[in-house]
């Protein structure tokens, strides 16, 4: 039954809208802990780039599925929500609100909808996919699966090779186009009840939030943490580097780029990010919109919700 599932509040929306000082004031007034839905929070020494919360505010409230991996690992969407469910269902164990905190549309459909049942990774395939890639030219991929799943290659931008390589990945193994799954399995898991809000603001805010947010992570030391985890070993061709931010870093430091360039494409590359989330979000049913300046509105949604 629907009151038997555990409920969970959902602070999601594009970046730069207030989402962790928002997540932290809403946990804070239900007796809650934070569960991340960032796909790039999860690494460890990627702070400044990720815009991860500082260890002033997770000493404030309770935060999980941050700081689990290193760069180098891998870590799937369907890793995320096999961890952040036993997260949640810890959190309510212990009379707690788990409250998901992220702006990764990817991971909160797959953790509200389930995973879809497709064959596990197969690295040397992903492995030749890479070569080819690499020896035909940036493209080549999405190119490919424009051919086999047009669908998929309409939903799945060409710079997110890692997401191409996976559409691609399940139609050897399966001779099944991943759009087809995907639409078949619907994303009917359901196993929590749900206030979904979504953090929005004017576009012209928005993105003068986005310029801020990148001029404060330079003057923060971007550079120097790009640079310190390449001394650590990890090669700046790592999904996890390839990022938003530590793509753009990486190039300075190759000497490909000024850093006045880099700012330039980071702020540009991230209003571009805002808007395709901005579209994810409005694809979500559930999905509440909400000014990140009424928190005090959110909070009466949630009291109104948790004593349904």
Not at 59 to 73: F, G, L, N, R
Not at 101 to 120: A, C, E, F, H, S
Not at 145 to 164: F, K, T, W, Y
């Amino acid at each position: 039954m629907a009151e038997s599932r555990p409920r969970i509040v959902i602070i999601a929306g594009p970046t730069a809208t207030g989402k962790t000082a928002a997540g932290i004031e809403i946990a804070l007034h239900c007796r809650g802990e934070i569960v991340s839905a960032d796909s790039i929070q999860i690494y460890r020494q990627m702070d400044i780039g990720s815009a991860k919360p500082t260890p002033e505010e997770r000493s404030i409230v309770p935060h999980h599925m941050i700081d689990i991996c290193d760069p180098d690992e891998d870590f799937s969407a369907g890793d995320y929500v096999r961890l952040a469910r036993q997260c949640i269902r810890d959190v309510s164990d212990r009379g707690r609100v788990p409250v998901v905190v992220g702006g990764t549309g990817l991971y909160l459909r797959l953790l509200l909808g389930g995973i879809i049942d497709v064959p596990p990774s197969d690295e040397g395939l992903r492995t030749r996919l890479r070569a080819k890639e690499k020896r035909e030219g940036a493209g080549a991929l999405h190119a490919l699966l424009q051919q086999v799943d047009p669908e998929a290659a309409a939903e799945i931008p060409p710079a997110n090779l890692a997401r191409v390589i996976r559409a691609l990945e399940v139609f050897e193994l399966t001779r099944m186009r991943f759009s087809a799954l995907t639409r078949n399995h619907g994303f009917r898991d359901r196993p929590y009840q749900v206030l979904f809000i979504v953090l929005h603001v004017d576009r012209a805010i928005l993105y003068e939030r986005i310029d801020r947010r990148v001029d404060r992570m330079m003057k923060d030391g971007l550079l120097e943490e790009v640079s310190y985890l390449t001394r650590l070993g990890y090669s700046r061709n790592l999904k996890a580097m390839q990022s938003i931010g530590y793509r753009h870093a990486g190039m300075v430091l190759a000497g490909e780029i000024p850093v006045d360039e880099a700012i330039r494409l980071m702020k540009r590359d991230t209003r571009r990010y805002a808007k395709r989330q901005l579209t994810w979000f409005r694809s979500e049913p559930e999905a509440v919109w909400c000014d990140p300046a009424d928190l005090a509105g959110v909070r009466l949604m949630v009291d109104h919700f948790l004593e349904r």
